[in-house]
Every structure is written in C-alpha cells, then in structure tokens.
C-alpha cells in the first residue's frame, strides 16, 4: 500500500533548488537540477553512483558552492550565508552518513550526550539526561543506554546514529544510504524507523538509496539523477513506468540478481 501524503504541507518547500550546476574542470556532475523538498515530506534520491548525489549535498550543506542555479535551504539562500549562518544553518540539517560511526571507546548515553555538549551549551545536567532518554526511547532502544556499541548489531548501531542526529531536533534529515550493508529484516526496521522519524519529529527528509526496496517503503516522492538532472519524479509505481532504457537498467540491478 502507497504512504499517505496527508501530512505534507506543499506551500512550504524547506529546500528550493533552482537551475543548479556544478562541475569539477570537465566532469558536468550537476547539469541544471531543479528540486523542492516540501516540509514534512520523505523525498528519496535515486541514482546511481558517481551521479552527483553527494556532490548535492554538499552543495545544500554550504560545503561545496554551486557554478551556477540557486539553493534555498530553509528560507535561506545558501551562497549568500557567511561561515557562521552556515554553521547555524548546519545545526538544523541533521546528517546521516554511512560513515557517521559511533565512538566506540562511548557508552551509548555518553555518544548522545557529545553532540548537545558542544552544540547546546546552556542545558542543564537533567535537561540532557531527558533528552538522551527521550530520543533513545523514539529509535526504541533505551535499554541501550550503558551500553557499549560494541556489544550492539549492526541494525542497533544504525538507530543510535540516527538518534544522535535527532537529539539535535534537526528540521531536515539527510539520509545517506541508510540501509547499506544491512540485511533484508534489518533494512525493514530501518526502513521503518525513518517513518516513525517522521511522524513524531515532524521532519523533512531526503533519503539516498539504491535499494528500491526502501525508496518504496519510505519515499513519498522519488526524483531519479539521471546525467545530471532530475528526469524523473513521482510515486514509486510511476517512476519505473518508462521505456527509457537507464530507467530500466536501475530497476533491473535491483530485482534481477
Ligand atoms: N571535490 C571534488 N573534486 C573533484 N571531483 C569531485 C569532487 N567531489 C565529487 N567529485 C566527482 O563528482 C562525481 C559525483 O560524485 P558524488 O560523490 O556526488 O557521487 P555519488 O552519486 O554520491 O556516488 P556514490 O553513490 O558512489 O556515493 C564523481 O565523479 C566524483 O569523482
């Protein structure tokens, strides 16, 4: 069954890209993107790799410029911020990467509490505590919290990550291939929990993926980067609906082993 859109409010679009290019001497990675992430919407990128993608986020992120096209990220055009409303503008992107690891010489609370330590200076030792445990209870693995991630799995590491992003209370989540290396059950909870996300933080989110599987379970809207430019976009079931043979070559990779 398709994921209902009820909760998406399409007269605010928290990110705004216009006519975006940038290229690398001459590599043309993006070629005139156009993209909006509506407020409350889970927006997943397909495309395959070397396409640009996180050249894209880079570019939403302040950390790379564009050559050209404009990048509205919250009401704020990106190329106009200086190094400190970029940091401000940074704290309200929550990242995660596939390489955001946990510190292992931390116990789970310890990893929870680094990021408001530094970012949220003024909060209270109970304050903190509240928050570590709020979040850990939303990823549903509070009895984690003396943990060391070592003696967790895989999947439980991925939710902690994830939970260190949200402790932050980030307004926009960039997932950066969530389910990468996970198994099938594990990609279900994840999958899942990037729903529960939300649905209880009110979040906007663009997920990059590969796995069909959870552009499908996850994305209300999919866009396809295709040499450069957003040339598809849609419902999961309407997207591969193309004759285009790069269409055809995406899904095929995914479901012909
Ligand atoms: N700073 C840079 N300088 C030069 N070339 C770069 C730079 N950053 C990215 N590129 C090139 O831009 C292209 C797109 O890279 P990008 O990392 O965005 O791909 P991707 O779609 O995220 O791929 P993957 O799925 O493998 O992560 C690649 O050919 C890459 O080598």
Redesign the pocket.
């Given at each position: 069954m398709e994921k209902q859109l009820s909760h998406i409010n399409y007269q605010n679009p928290v990110i705004n890209i216009s006519g975006l290019r940038k290229s690398?001497g001459d590599?043309h990675?993006l070629r005139g993107v156009d993209l909006q992430l509506f407020e409350g919407e889970n927006l997943v990128v397909l495309?395959r790799?070397?396409?640009?993608?996180?050249?894209l986020i880079k570019i939403v992120s302040g950390l790379l410029s564009a050559d050209e096209g404009t990048v509205n990220v919250l009401g704020q055009e990106v190329g106009d911020l200086d190094e400190k409303e970029l940091m401000a503008l940074r704290l309200r992107i929550g990242f995660s990467f596939q390489n955001s690891a946990l510190y292992d010489s931390m116990t789970v609370r310890e990893n929870l509490e680094f990021p408001l330590v530094r970012n949220k200076r003024s909060l209270t030792r109970a304050e903190i505590d509240r928050e570590v445990r709020e979040v850990l209870d939303s990823v549903g693995l509070l009895q984690a919290l003396n943990q060391m991630p070592s003696e967790l799995s895989g999947g439980q590491r991925k939710r902690i990550g994830i939970a260190r992003t949200l402790i932050l209370r980030p307004d926009i989540m960039l997932y950066d291939e969530p389910t990468a290396g996970l198994d099938p059950i594990t990609c279900t909870e994840i999958n899942n929990l990037i729903n529960e996300v939300q649905q209880i933080y009110k979040t906007s989110s663009i997920i990059i993926t590969h796995d069909l599987t959870c552009a499908k379970e996850v994305g209300d809207r999919i866009v396809m980067l295709l040499d450069g430019k957003f040339e598809r976009q849609g419902r999961f079931n309407d997207i591969f609906d193309s004759d285009d043979a790069r269409v055809k070559a995406f899904y095929d990779y995914n479901f012909i082993a």
């Open positions: 690398f590599l990675v495309g790799s070397g396409t640009g993608k996180s050249v």
